[in-house]
């Protein structure tokens, strides 16, 4: 009678690794307060607003997923505003950046809330991301005010941020007070989103080095050197955990050299890179 054979296998498992991907970017129609978007439940979405009410700055104090067109319906979720992104720069406007990790389902529109003051001059726009973390998925953010920075390539920038977390996917945006935003030109390994249809310009890259100091970087309309622009950077994190390893080992069961023999075990190297195994050792 034949023997019951036991084989035993021992798999590495790593984590698979999502890569960030842009989806989509909405822009609001002149000065309305929020934005209709339809985006896809767990994705990331991501907010900048510039506002001027001709007299002072209105500020941002709430932004908020809605259930229905508009900006109306329930409130399904509520936006973080990283620090470095709320407070108030020396300019004509008040520009401010928000993001949402984790979307529910049913989200309709984005609704912006401002303190006391209304606005004169809204611009709003929101871009969608999926493969980002879902939970605290934000790195770092940060942003920088510039007057009369030139068109020299890059010369737009959010100034440095230490990255500490890579992958990362990093979303640049700037804002041309001067209304001269039509051919704001993405920063070097930068990808631009959409169309320019007001002062706002949207770009995106996915870091895959090295940690460090990232900006985003613009270079400025050709007939806008000579305005003023703020520009901000997030950064986050991707989901998932460490890269894949692109080698390993793991057991194998070798066929029996004789009909009643128990199988022997083989411990096999594997790589990723050259799609090969190789046999390491027998037992």
């Given at each position: 009678?034949?023997?019951?054979l036991?084989?035993?296998l021992?798999?590495?498992v790593?984590p698979?690794?999502a890569?960030?991907a842009?989806v989509?970017?909405?822009r609001?129609?002149?000065n309305?307060?929020?934005?209709?978007?339809?985006?896809?439940?767990?994705n990331l979405l991501?907010?900048t607003?510039?506002t001027?009410?001709g007299v002072?700055t209105?500020?941002?104090?709430?932004l908020?997923?809605?259930?229905?067109?508009?900006g109306?319906g329930?409130?399904?979720?509520s936006f973080?505003?990283p620090?470095?992104?709320?407070t108030a720069?020396?300019n004509?406007y008040y520009v401010s950046g928000?993001y949402?990790?984790n979307l529910?389902?049913g989200t309709a529109?984005?609704?912006?809330?401002?303190?006391?003051?209304t606005?004169?001059?809204?611009?709003?726009?929101v871009?969608?991301?999926?493969?980002?973390?879902?939970t605290?998925?934000l790195?770092?953010?940060t942003?920088q005010?510039?007057?009369?920075?030139?068109?020299?390539?890059?010369a737009?920038?959010?100034?440095?941020?230490s990255?500490?977390?890579?992958?990362a996917?990093?979303v640049?945006?700037?804002?041309d007070?001067?209304g001269?935003?039509?051919?704001?030109v993405a920063g070097?390994?930068f990808?631009?989103?959409?169309t320019?249809?007001?002062?706002l310009?949207?770009?995106?890259?996915?870091e895959t080095g090295?940690?460090g100091?990232?900006?985003a970087t613009?270079?400025a309309?050709?007939?806008g050197?000579?305005?003023k622009?703020?520009t901000?950077l997030?950064?986050f994190?991707?989901?998932g955990?460490?890269?894949?390893?692109?080698?390993?080992?793991?057991f194998s069961?070798l066929p029996p050299r004789?009909?009643?023999?128990?199988?022997?075990?083989a411990?096999?190297?594997?790589?990723?890179?050259?799609?090969s195994?190789?046999?390491?050792?027998?037992?």
């Amino acid at each position: 009678m034949k023997k019951i054979l036991i084989a035993l296998l021992l798999l590495a498992v790593s984590p698979v690794w999502a890569a960030g991907a842009f989806v989509q970017v909405v822009r609001n129609s002149t000065n309305a307060h929020f934005v209709n978007i339809t985006p896809a439940a767990g994705n990331l979405l991501v907010f900048t607003s510039a506002t001027s009410s001709g007299v002072s700055t209105p500020t941002l104090t709430a932004l908020q997923a809605m259930s229905a067109t508009g900006g109306t319906g329930s409130v399904l979720a509520s936006f973080t505003i990283p620090a470095a992104l709320a407070t108030a720069i020396p300019n004509n406007y008040y520009v401010s950046g928000a993001y949402l990790a984790n979307l529910p389902s049913g989200t309709a529109s984005v609704l912006a809330t401002f303190n006391g003051q209304t606005p004169a001059e809204v611009y709003i726009q929101v871009s969608e991301y999926s493969g980002i973390a879902t939970t605290t998925p934000l790195i770092i953010s940060t942003r920088q005010f510039q007057s009369l920075p030139g068109t020299t390539a890059n010369a737009l920038s959010s100034g440095t941020a230490s990255v500490s977390s890579i992958p990362a996917f990093i979303v640049g945006s700037a804002f041309d007070e001067n209304g001269n935003a039509g051919d704001i030109v993405a920063g070097t390994s930068f990808t631009k989103r959409g169309t320019n249809t007001s002062q706002l310009s949207l770009e995106d890259r996915r870091e895959t080095g090295a940690t460090g100091s990232y900006a985003a970087t613009f270079t400025a309309a050709t007939n806008g050197g000579g305005d003023k622009y703020d520009t901000a950077l997030m950064a986050f994190t991707e989901t998932g955990g460490a890269p894949a390893p692109t080698s390993g080992f793991f057991f194998s069961s070798l066929p029996p050299r004789h009909d009643d023999a128990v199988p022997s075990l083989a411990l096999v190297r594997y790589s990723v890179k050259t799609e090969s195994t190789k046999r390491h050792a027998g037992f």
